[in-house]
């Protein structure tokens, strides 16, 4: 892959990943403008989000052997409507309706994006590349909350939608320009593939850290639109969007991640420092200051990629066999635990409040900490079994 192409291939996953968490910060205004409850409104996420977590388990009947570049321009095209369905939606069913078939898009794209990176690099430049795609996504998630947040301020919020469809119009053109003949890679799991590899227990225990950290993650996230509209009701959109600033130190943190555990020997010692900041982040928030979810967002969201990169790491040191559907496992545990994550806390703070959130959260990031100590050794597993 050329320079450029690269260029467009990770201008094309910033983008697509820009329309997963646009409604995020608008979420209080959506609750107003349409009548709905707070958990109502939150499932605007939960719905994107499920199709991602199942994507590897019913997308692979019928993903495999597709040429990258035909799924990625069709997919455009009908993101690109659908984005732009949005913006006349008059009707709350409308768009979770549209948010739903948002999220059937994009395991198409990412998938293909995803390809082009690992297919179409050198072996030596293939770690390099997968952490630029790490970090367009993590840009793209900052970027869209923030762009929601000031143009629901500024116009409302119908011109979210309308304002990234038409920006996907530029990758559509410019996919022209990328090679047609990478096919796309997507490792159908059924039910025996699965067993082989939680078979294994430090699988296992790292895909339960996985869900339980990003389950508290999402939440947090997802709740925070609301929580500052309870300390001050006046808040702006664009005001809530910034709370989301610390999400891009999550950059130099996935970066990090391997220079850390080798610095400390060990996987078990960064994911348990990065848990433990966690919970700090989360006492702090108990304190109703504005100015305190905005500067430990910078620890929470640090602490969670570090915690991602790390895992990822270490579920691909040990996967001797299997590997596509090691990774497999763990993009649909990711997934499926935010698509809970972005429901489940919403509902919580709906009729317990903050302070039992908060409680709640912190005993799953305790949990965590166990499954963690379970793992071991990269050095002393052994692979799975091919039969």
Known sequence: MTRSQLGIVLFTTFLTFCTLYTPQPILPQLVTEFGVPMSDAALLITVTLLPLGLAPIFYGYFLQAVPARSMLQIALVLLIVDQAALFFATEFWHLITLRFIQGLLLPALFTSLMTYCATMSSSTALRRTMGLYVAATILGGFSSR??????????????????????????????????????????????????????????????????????????????????????????????????????????????????????????????????????????????????????????????????????????????????????????????????????????????????????????????????IRQLTNPAHIATLSSS
């Open 146 to 371: 923030v762009l929601s947040g000031y143009l629901a301020s500024t116009l409302d919020w119908q011109w979210v939608f309308l304002v990234l469809g038409i920006a996907l119009i530029i990758p559509l053109l410019l996919t022209n320009k990328i090679d047609a003949d990478a096919e796309v890679n997507f490792s159908r799991l059924d039910s025996k593939a699965i067993g082989r590899v939680l078979a294994v227990p430090d699988y296992t225990f790292a895909y339960l850290t996985l869900f339980a950290i990003f389950f508290v993650f999402l939440g947090i996230l997802s709740l925070l639109p609301f929580r500052i509209k309870e300390i001050d009701p006046n808040a702006s959109s664009f005001l809530i969007s910034m709370v989301y600033f610390g999400y891009i130190i999550g950059i130099p943190a996935a970066i990090m991640s391997e220079g850390l555990v080798k610095r400390m020997k060990s996987e078990q010692k960064v994911l348990i420092a990065a848990v433990i900041a966690n919970i700090i982040a989360l006492v702090t928030y108990l304190a109703p200051q504005l100015a305190i979810l905005f500067i430990m967002m910078l620890l929470l969201a640090g602490a969670m990629f570090l915690i991602h990169a790390t895992l990822s790491g270490y579920v691909n040191h040990i996967a001797k066999e299997h590997k596509g559907v090691v990774n497999g496992i763990y993009v649909s545990v990711y997934y499926l635990s935010g698509t809970l994550g972005s429901w489940l806390p919403v509902l919580l703070y709906r009729h317990l409040g903050w302070q039992a959130v908060i409680i709640f959260s912190i005993s799953i990031l305790a949990l965590s900490i166990y499954f």
